[in-house]
């Protein structure tokens, strides 16, 4: 089972900015789901980001989101296609120099610059 440990201070930032009606998504950009910026998704580095998503979105808007891994700060729901990006057991961490959120396993940094995106229909995007 493919496991997601936060670090407390990373819990203590994705707390900060979540409401009590948001789920957590760790997203992967693989060009599917409803928050694809480009219609097509081409990376030689995997990009990750935590979404918070409120109730405006529906179970079926978030279908692709069908995996889901219990943390620090609740359940973190992620896509099928990030199984072949993350390792069994993966982390979130700060990062000392900078300050930033990586994403990392024991064979290395997964994604250097996690950001934490707040996402409604009722507000633009962040």
Do not use: W
Request: aromatic share 6%; proline share 5%.
């Amino acid at each position: 089972m493919l496991k997601l440990d936060i670090q407390p201070e990373v819990a203590a930032k994705i707390l900060a900015k979540k409401q009590e009606n948001e789920r957590i998504l760790l997203d992967n950009e693989d060009g599917r789901g409803p928050f694809v910026d480009h219609a097509i998704s081409c990376q030689l580095n995997p990009s990750f980001q935590l979404f918070l998503v409120d109730d405006s979105y529906t179970d079926e808007e978030l279908k692709d989101y069908s995996l889901t891994v219990e943390t620090a700060v609740g359940p973190v729901s992620f896509k099928e296609s990030a199984t072949r990006l993350l390792d069994q057991e993966n982390r979130l961490v700060i990062e000392p120099t900078y300050g930033r959120i990586q994403l990392k396993s024991d064979g290395g940094i997964l994604a250097s610059d996690v950001k934490i995106v707040t996402r409604s229909k009722a507000e633009p995007t962040a």
